[in-house]
């Protein structure tokens, strides 16, 4: 008899988004094996992710799931030690679905899994051809765009329970981040104290942004959505200056010298 071949594929990809609430991108509709992937991921960091919030999202899906699917797999999850609290948008399939089932539909939420031209959205009118403008006229907007922001300067100590996020900007912490605290940017993130709650960077799907810490002991970190938890993190960086940032989808963490 031949050796079964092991399954490596998830059928769910976990990510984070914007405001820190877990996003689980739907890519494979079997119940039983999505809640065996949530409860691993409850077991092996408890405090990150039990009982926590988590949005879902069936754009990766080739159709939209039946209502009856959905409440199974809310079921699952749920004694899997999660709590799904919305559904992410996508076609008016899904904002029915959300209707039927009984979940928000959280409009213009999504983590970005994929190329914008990737992402099913209900077809827009077509807008009328603009006119050709003067040289002088097409220049001013690109000007105007040459022309960033300043980052954050977060000059307090971020204490347990709270959350402070950096919307289209870097942030640098003068300070300590506390465990149960959150830092989130849609840039880099400078942490000049020791980093012992969570820091996610390139929140708005900045792959190029990156986390620096001068004494690392982090619950979470992510780039982008990609993720390390505190049990997945070598413990000879711990304590350590470091640096975290993407290379070909893969989270890196490498120490300061």
């Given at each position: ?167 289209n900007k870097d942030i640098t ?50 780039i982008a959505g990609h993720y ?7 413990k000879n960086l711990l304590g ?18």
């Amino acid at each position: 008899m031949a050796a079964q071949i092991p399954d490596y594929e998830q059928a769910g990809e976990l990510k984070f988004g914007q405001v820190g609430i877990a996003n689980l991108r739907v890519r494979s509709l079997d119940v039983e094996k999505l809640k065996l992937e949530m409860q691993e991921r409850v077991a092996r960091a408890p405090k990150l992710f039990e009982r926590a919030a988590v949005i879902l999202d069936f754009g990766g899906l080739s159709k939209c799931p039946d209502a009856k699917t959905v409440n199974a797999l809310i079921d699952a999850l749920k004694s899997a030690g999660v709590l799904p609290i919305a559904i992410a948008y996508g076609t008016s399939a899904i904002e029915d679905l959300s209707v039927q089932v009984g979940l928000p539909l959280l409009a213009k939420f999504r983590v970005s899994y994929e190329s914008q031209a990737e992402v099913a959205l209900e077809p827009q009118e077509k807008k009328p051809t603009r006119k050709a403008e003067p040289e002088a006229e097409r220049s001013a907007p690109v000007a105007a765009a040459a022309k960033s922001e300043p980052g954050i300067m977060q000059l307090q100590p971020v204490r347990s329970g709270q959350q402070v996020y950096a919307q289209n900007k870097d942030i640098t912490v003068m300070a300590t981040v506390g465990a149960g605290a959150e830092v989130i940017a849609d840039g880099s993130i400078h942490i000049y104290g020791a980093l012992r709650g969570r820091a996610l960077a390139g929140a708005s799907d900045n792959v190029n942004a990156r986390i620096f810490c001068r004494e690392f002991h982090a619950e979470l970190v992510a780039i982008a959505g990609h993720y390390k938890v505190l049990e997945e993190i070598p413990k000879n960086l711990l304590g350590k200056a470091v640096q975290i940032f993407l290379e070909k989808d893969q989270l890196k963490i490498e120490e300061l010298t």
